[in-house]
């Protein structure tokens, strides 16, 4: 929605937006890639944002699924995992034998009524249960046309359990802060620009950052 549209080949660049990341690496400004994909590893997102002639870098890139990784080994949580394929590999050095939480990303195809129930039942089943939740995005556009993001499933399973999820990722502050400091900049100093109103422009903000809405 910023910088390409989601969908079959890879997608397609927004117009102008090549061009844009050209200017900017050719500034004085630190730039920093923040996304709640969750569909993609980093290392494929980032080999598809070349494919698309974008100029980035894997440590340019800041995702949900590395800092949620940092948050299970940080608290010994064994996650069961309700994701997509395309980004279980980040997953790959996490314990998720006997689960102790649930970490929910945008899993596409793999919202099926049986894996939502095998999550709720995962949690139901734990004492003091904690739901992570990479992103909380509503909805995003891929080439044909509006999909339905990790957020509204989010808000299923903490409805019927009667939780609230811990989102890593837009629009949390932890998040931003996060990005904030891999550039090494404070957040006045600093300029969100995105096309959500909720996780990107709201999101900053709440951290202190000013921000642009690009309406694609």
């Known amino acids: 929605g910023v910088l390409y549209d ?35 590893s980093r290392g494929h997102l980032v080999a598809l944002l070349r494919q698309l002639g974008y100029d980035i870098s894997e440590d340019e890139v800041t995702a949900p699924a590395p800092a949620a990784c940092q948050i299970l080994r940080e608290r010994g949580l064994r996650p069961h995992l309700l994701v997509h394929d395309g980004v279980r590999s980040e ?49 995003y556009r891929e080439t044909s046309g509006l999909m339905l993001d990790v957020g509204a499933y989010t808000k299923a399973l903490e409805y019927a359990c009667g939780i609230e999820a811990e989102v890593v990722g837009k629009p949390s502050p932890e998040f931003f802060k996060s990005a904030l400091q891999q550039l090494g900049v404070e957040a006045h100093q600093a300029v969100m620009i995105g096309d959500d109103i909720v996780g990107d422009v709201g999101g900053a903000q709440r951290c202190g950052m000013r921000a642009l809405q690009v309406r694609t």
């Open 6 to 40: 989601g969908g079959e080949g890879g997608g397609a660049p927004i117009a102008g937006s090549v061009e844009a990341v050209a200017r900017l690496k050719r500034s004085r400004l630190k730039v920093r890639f923040c996304t709640n994909e969750s569909q993609k």
């Open 91 to 139: 997953f790959a050095q996490v314990d998720t034998s006997n689960p102790n939480c649930v970490v929910i990303a945008d899993a596409g195809e793999g919202f099926s009524y049986q894996n939502m129930n095998k999550a709720f039942q995962v949690l139901m089943e734990l004492e003091n249960p904690v739901l992570i939740s990479l992103g909380r995005g509503r909805y």
